[in-house]
């Protein structure tokens, strides 16, 4: 496959292993044109047979991914607060990550809060550069329920009381502690990063495609389906999107949310 239609990632594929880069300057904004180009290559490379291994990382040394777009998640409808019986369009894509038969890897060099927590906590593995990578779900300090799949899949790798400490607690966790909690598998030095990805990546890029794509089946099944409770997720995400508390994202806003300057360092609600 050409892989030629992306203009915010970055896509290369050799060897069994595709690697994705995500370049949205200037804090890698889950904006509505990057949510639509990870949906159009998730679709993409789940359909490419010449690859087992999927890697995904930042162009940007600061931040993997700051968070979903604010003003795009204000201009969501709020008169709709029913239980949907299919995931909500961004759950659709980051899910798409652990759906695909394929590996698939996050390399967090960076922030990434909020949503951009959430598509890192789709994919298979997850590892981060210490000293560099934090993590955090912002959601609930500017008024809304988490809606991109954050509260089901915490629960289910670092336990309901350390979820809950991130979730409500909206405080950026650093690498070697997201490590001892299970919210990524490993910390590493920034030198060592990549290389042991790649590593890995090649290791798995050598074995048979269709056993990699069992096996990741397998360890799902054993992990339970989280698609029940991300429908919930979002019903609640809809039902605090459209309460009074929301209001806390334009005054996030109105203090220099969603900038370079504001963004890079340690946020506080």
Not at 34 to 52: N, P, S, W
Not at 107 to 118: D, H, L, P
Not at 173 to 181: G, L
Not at 183 to 207: F, G, K, Q, T
């Amino acid at each position: 496959m050409a892989y030629d239609n992306y203009q915010l990632l970055h896509v290369s594929v050799g060897d069994g292993i595709c690697h994705a880069t995500i370049d949205n300057p200037p804090i890698n904004l889950l904006n509505l044109n990057l949510i639509l180009e990870l949906g159009g290559f998730a679709a993409e490379v789940a359909a490419d047979d010449d690859v087992r291994v999927v890697i995904v990382n930042s162009d940007n040394p600061d931040f993997f991914a700051a968070h979903a777009d604010l003003e795009l998640i204000q201009q969501l409808p709020t008169d709709d607060v029913s239980l949907h019986d299919e995931l909500s369009p961004y759950s659709s894509v980051v899910d798409g990550f652990r759906t695909m038969p394929k590996a698939t890897i996050a390399v967090i060099e960076g922030i990434a809060r909020g949503g951009g927590s959430e598509l890192a906590l789709a994919f298979d593995m997850r590892f981060a550069a210490l000293g560099k990578a934090r993590l955090a779900q912002l959601e609930v300090g500017i008024g809304i329920c988490p809606g991109g799949g954050s509260t089901q899949r915490l629960a289910r790798l670092v336990g309901r009381a350390r979820a809950m400490e991130i979730v409500l607690g909206c405080q950026d966790i650093d690498a070697a502690t997201a490590e001892a909690w299970g919210y990524v598998n490993r910390a590493l030095p920034p030198d060592e990063v990549r290389p042991y990805v790649d590593a890995l990546a090649a290791r798995i890029a050598s074995y048979p495609a269709n056993v990699v794509a069992a096996a990741k089946q397998a360890v799902d099944f054993a992990a339970g389906d989280p698609v029940p409770g991300l429908l919930l997720e979002d019903q609640l995400f809809r039902t605090t999107l459209a309460a009074p508390g929301a209001a806390r994202m334009q005054a996030f806003l109105d203090r220099g949310g969603q900038t370079l300057e504001v963004e890079r360092g340690e946020l506080t609600f």
